[in-house]
């Protein structure tokens, strides 16, 4: 099968190979899926130039395709099922950069008939991401929720979800483009990060008491953010990444406040909340209450291109490489 892999850490134009492989067989309790698309992340992006490396590395963990065999144990009616991947890349060498991926049957979700594989290829990280956080926010109704980083491919879903459980989204936003994208999903405000005092725009528009809920992207941002007065008393933070490993919060701040922190990696949900992002994200998949964005789709032999597009952070959706 052709397929794309790194071996040592670095730049995608220095590391990346493209070649072939040999095809998976699904052992028992798998299926063998011959992809049709692959998502590729930040944490993609991130893994490749810095997670130590103990073998070679089929990356990504996102992408769609067709069930084309099962294992022991997985039923054969499960063969031709149109699905998505989760967790393709974690915690596994192989994952979803290549024709095709074998992995156990519950990480190859039903794809609906109406959803094409694109579209697919965004649940995986970006999707079920905004779904546990949003998830971990609680009662939204009728509360102002600042999202960071609304227009990214987890905040525009984010944002939806928020919008959808009745809330009213307050965004940080890099362009006016990124504020139309992030508008199009639900956002209410928009706050230019780059040229506005975040927390003075967030107060003006809470009448001074800022939000109840943050939701964010870069934790090592947002502790300024509520020692700043951007988050109310008794107020939540739902944190899903960071771009510092080491932050110094104000003990006192958060303290006095009552502040609730609460952090989450995607790839190591509990049983119950997987099952209940997925349940939610199917029954919103069915009903097509959801938007989907694809920037840009790279052909494999491009995948250098699709992972420096995702490093530039100048696109606004999903990147997708098609591997059909």
């Not at 952090?263 to 209450?289: C, G, I, K, M, S």
Request: glycine share 10%.
């Amino acid at each position: 099968m052709r397929a794309a892999w790194y071996v040592k850490n670095g730049e995608a134009k220095d590391v990346m190979l493209l070649g072939d492989l040999p095809k998976p067989q699904a052992a028992a309790g798998e299926v063998l899926v011959r992809l049709a698309t692959s998502g590729v992340n930040p944490s993609d992006v991130k893994s490749r130039r810095a997670r130590p490396l103990t073998e070679m590395i089929v990356p990504h963990s996102d992408g769609a395709g067709v069930i084309e065999a099962v294992g022991a144990g997985v039923p054969s009616s499960r063969i031709g099922e149109r699905v998505w991947i989760w967790n393709g890349q974690w915690g596994r060498a192989m994952g979803t950069a290549a024709e095709y991926i074998a992995l156990p049957s519950a990480q190859a979700v039903h794809l609906p008939e109406q959803v094409d594989f694109a579209a697919g290829a965004c649940f995986g990280i970006p999707a079920l991401t905004a779904l546990q956080a949003v998830h971990l926010a609680g009662e939204l109704k009728d509360q102002q929720v600042l999202v960071t980083g609304a227009s990214s491919a987890v905040g525009h879903y984010v944002t939806q979800l928020v919008a959808l459980a009745g809330g009213q989204v307050i965004g940080t936003v890099g362009s006016p483009a990124k504020a139309r994208h992030a508008e199009a999903a639900g956002m209410k405000e928009a706050i230019f990060y780059k040229t506005e005092p975040v927390a003075d725009r967030v107060k003006a528009l809470t009448a001074g008491r800022g939000v109840p809920v943050i939701i964010d992207m870069d934790f090592a941002s947002t502790g300024k953010l509520v020692a700043e007065g951007a988050l109310a008393p008794h107020g939540r933070v739902i944190c899903f990444g960071s771009n510092a490993p080491d932050i110094t919060l104000n003990f006192r701040t958060l303290l006095f406040q009552s502040v609730s922190l609460k952090f989450f990696l995607v790839y190591d949900l509990t049983p119950a909340d997987r099952q209940t992002a997925l349940a939610r994200l199917n029954e919103l998949l069915q009903t097509q209450r959801l938007q989907h964005t694809i920037s840009r789709r790279f052909a494999l032999a491009d995948i250098v291109a699709a992972h420096e597009a995702v490093e530039a952070g100048q696109d606004i959706g999903n990147v997708v490489v098609d591997l059909i």
